[in-house]
């Protein structure tokens, strides 16, 4: 268990609407990093926050948009959905920024259908 | 292209055998090199963190090594074990802004 948790677990949404997906970091840690992993796909970084101020922006698009809440708890809004955003998504923190170790949550399926 | 290859991109490996798995990198100027383990549908885990100045990490059966002159790192598995079977993950930190770049990962299947 590696102190991140991200909820839902699973997802299974229609095209064009719109989830939320949920990660709460582990204890103290103040970066939140998102990505996204397609089938028998490599992880792509999608977005940094750091206590709350977006830091880094990687592969994301614009139906796609994060936050970071003053508890450093994260979101990750995906918009207009279509089939191919069906991945797992996975969140991970770090104490600071990304030349510490990154712990990763369990990740939230997203089936789109 | 991507700044971080992995090679070979599967492999297949007899329990109890030993393999050897590549990282090759051109994110410059470097920080640190990590490798990851990452089960089927979970999150990855680090095995080993490496900076400049190291040249080989050991996390129990796991061994990195790391050339920063060559830009090469491997992750060398030893007496290979069923749970072995993963996609193991290099991700590179660029130091200038602690960019990271990912491979591809390579899958290992480990058989009885």
């Known amino acids: 268990d590696s102190g991140v948790t991200q909820t839902p677990k699973h997802l299974i949404t229609a095209t064009g609407q719109r989830v939320t997906l949920r990660c709460s970091p582990r204890?103290?840690?103040?970066?939140v990093y998102w990505y996204q992993q397609s089938l028998d796909q490599g992880l792509q970084f999608l977005i940094q926050y750091y206590n709350g101020e977006e830091r880094a922006k990687g592969n994301i698009l614009e139906r796609f948009s994060a936050q970071q809440f003053p508890d450093l708890h994260s979101e990750l809004n995906l918009s207009s959905l279509e089939l191919g955003d069906s991945a797992l998504y996975f969140c991970?923190?770090?104490?600071?920024?990304?030349?510490?170790?990154?712990?990763f949550g369990p990740g939230t399926r997203l089936t789109v259908t | 292209k991507n700044q971080v290859e992995q090679s070979p991109q599967s492999l297949i490996i007899l329990e109890g055998k030993n393999c050897t798995l590549q990282?090759?990198?051109?994110?410059?100027?470097?920080?640190?090199l990590r490798w990851y383990k990452q089960d089927t549908g979970r999150g990855p885990v680090s095995l080993t963190i490496m900076t400049f100045s190291e040249n080989t990490k050991s996390n129990g059966r796991y061994t990195a090594t790391l050339d920063a002159d060559t830009k090469q790192s491997s992750l060398h598995i030893t007496a290979s074990q069923l749970s072995d079977s993963a996609s193991y993950i290099c991700v590179v930190s660029r130091g200038s802004d602690y960019k990271l770049s990912f491979g591809a990962g390579t899958t290992v299947t480990v058989r009885a």
């Open positions: 204890s103290g840690d103040l970066s």
């Open positions: 991970a923190s770090s104490t600071w920024d990304s030349s510490y170790e990154q712990y």
């Open positions: 990282c090759n990198y051109t994110v410059s100027p470097f920080s640190n």
